[in-house]
T-cell receptor, first 113, second 114 residues
């Protein structure tokens, strides 16, 4: 079964810290992997999309890496700010389900001022 | 108005009611999606429409009935729902439905079934 797992489920850090969020997936045959941010009561905002041929993508203070062979991705957030507090979701598009994003349960991040 | 919009934002309904959720995208996309987000569960894909044709139905009960009258609008018609159907229903769109596309999400409708 194709599944996506995110650990930890919740994370609390002081402002200014660099942090890493983890995502693992059960099948290395993927088209791409996408990281989203979800604020309470709101929809999802796409942060980074990594195609299967890529190893990493960067946007501002965010850097996402992809290691297909080990079934892992990480989202690195540099110099965290209270405004980064949100739930971060990892989603994978597996072969055989090209139109479907399979989501992890998310990591709820709190950055303390 | 830009992006993906959803109405209503909140809905409370009884098990015997009939209601509809509406999604509209202003991005010129050709594919639209309905997702369900239940408490403590990952987002689940419900339906996919590409060029107004339903191309995926992820074993969703018939009490949920989607409709896509054109590429900008997507509806989810609800009837005789169960309390376990209470969830956040998210709509998304993408340029073409291809595997390389980014999906853009609306703010969701918070549904409570009494």
């Amino acid at each position: 079964k194709q599944e996506v797992t995110q650990i930890p489920a919740a994370l609390s850090v002081p402002e200014g810290e660099n942090l890493v969020l983890n995502c693992s997936f059960t099948d290395s045959a993927i088209y791409n992997l996408q990281w989203f941010r979800q604020d309470p009561g709101k929809g999802l905002t796409s942060l980074l999309l990594i195609q299967s041929s890529q190893r990493e993508q960067t946007s501002g203070r965010l850097n996402a890496s992809l290691d297909k062979s080990s079934g892992r991705s990480t989202l690195y957030i540099a110099a965290s700010q209270p405004g980064d507090s949100a739930t971060y979701l990892c989603a994978v598009r597996f072969f055989g389900a090209a139109r479907q994003l399979t989501f992890g349960s998310g990591t709820q991040l709190t950055v303390l001022p | 108005e830009t992006g993906v919009t959803q109405t209503p934002r909140h809905l409370v309904m009884g098990m015997t009611n009939k209601k509809s959720l509406k999604c509209e995208q202003h991005l010129g996309h050709n594919a639209m999606y309905w997702y369900k987000q239940s408490a403590k569960k990952p987002l689940e894909l419900m339906f996919v429409y590409s060029l107004e044709e339903r191309v995926e139905n992820n074993s969703v009960p018939s009490r949920f009935s989607p409709e896509c009258p054109n590429s900008s609008h997507l509806f989810l018609h609800l009837h005789t729902l169960q309390p376990e159907d209470s969830a956040l229903y998210l709509c998304a769109s993408s340029p073409s439905g291809r595997s390389t596309d980014t999906q853009y999400f609306g703010p969701g409708t918070r549904l409570t079934v009494l």
